[in-house]
């Protein structure tokens, strides 16, 4: 039974996320660090984690302390893209969901290498992208996060996220 949420976050939009599935769905949130000083060992819980070259960042070390049942993806990508090379590049095994969570984008909040590697992919891809004729409108929107920032958290994207977990409550109120 899952018992708690338990993220990690770099500029913020997985903690939203996080508290707002916490919440929707009546669990306690706790930071991953927070989390080995409040939850035992293998508890159940769900993980969310920001995204950095198609890898949830803490997943690894979130899943040699608990037993992590489904996974949060909060990046760029637009909520509901298909979690192939997230959970390849991440090792989340078959049977463990991931869901991808578009979050917020601001250049300015990043820190370090982070901010500089992030300023360099919005030069090269926002450069291929507002160049590229008959774009999609998720590629509108990339396009839009990158040259202008944004705000993408909205407790719609957590639909999925917040209906698994409630399909998975047994015995749990």
Do not use: C
Not at 77 to 83: L, R, V
Not at 113 to 131: A, D, F, H, N, Q
Not at 133 to 151: I, Q
């Amino acid at each position: 039974m899952i018992k708690a949420i338990v993220y990690t976050t770099n500029t913020g939009s997985t903690a939203q996320y996080a508290r707002m599935l916490g919440d929707l769905v009546g669990l306690p949130v706790f930071s991953l660090s927070d989390a080995a000083g409040n939850l035992e060992n293998q508890t159940e819980i769900i993980y969310l984690g920001w995204v950095m070259a198609s890898q949830v960042k803490g997943y690894a070390k979130a899943a040699k302390r608990f037993r992590v049942r489904a996974v949060g993806a909060v990046g760029m990508a637009a909520t509901g893209t298909p979690d192939k090379i997230v959970r390849e590049k991440t090792q989340v095994p078959a049977g463990i969901p991931v869901f991808i969570l578009q979050g917020n984008f601001q250049v300015k909040k990043l820190h370090g290498l982070y901010r500089l590697m992030m300023e360099i992919m919005v030069k090269s891809v926002g450069k291929t992208l507002g160049e590229k004729e008959n774009r999609t409108e998720e590629e509108d929107d990339m396009l839009d996060m990158m040259l202008h920032g944004g705000n993408r958290v909205t407790a719609q994207n957590l639909r999925a996220l917040e209906d698994w977990e409630i399909s998975q409550r047994g015995d749990r109120v």
